[in-house]
């Protein structure tokens, strides 16, 4: 059974950086996009990051310039480094994948999250 484990939130000071990591434990055959989203306390999940399976990537305007994702595909993780964190990126970070296990039905993947808090 294919499970996304997120690891590398915690307590940051503003302007401070994190790297979020997210692994892909099970069998997946093929990955294709891996994207970050959040949620903040009393707000909808929002998306951070994509990065495809061609390794198009794309930011939201709120993280644009100061975050990046990259992917390890022999180890099928993602990882969203972080950095010049403000009070207001607190939230929970969610890694999603789309991808097929050996099954190869097409499936959407969720983590259960890791806590990012920025302290101003």
């Known amino acids: 059974q294919v499970q996304l484990v997120e690891s590398g939130g915690g307590l940051v000071q503003a302007g401070g950086s994190l790297r979020l990591s997210c692994a892909t434990s099970g069998s997946m055959l093929q990955i294709n996009g891996m994207t970050w989203y959040r949620q903040a306390p009393g707000k909808q999940r929002e998306f951070v990051a994509v990065?495809?399976?061609?390794?198009?990537?794309a930011y939201a305007d709120a993280v644009k310039g100061r975050s990046t994702i990259s992917r390890d595909n022999a180890k099928n993780t993602v990882y969203l480094q972080m950095n010049s964190l403000k009070p207001e990126d607190t939230g929970v970070y969610y890694c999603?994948?789309?991808?097929?296990?050996?099954?190869?039905?097409?499936?959407?993947?969720w983590g259960k999250g890791t806590l990012v808090t920025v302290s101003s």
């Open positions: 999603h994948v789309a991808g097929r296990a050996s099954d190869l039905v097409l499936r959407n993947y």
């Open positions: 990065i495809t399976s061609r390794d198009t990537i």
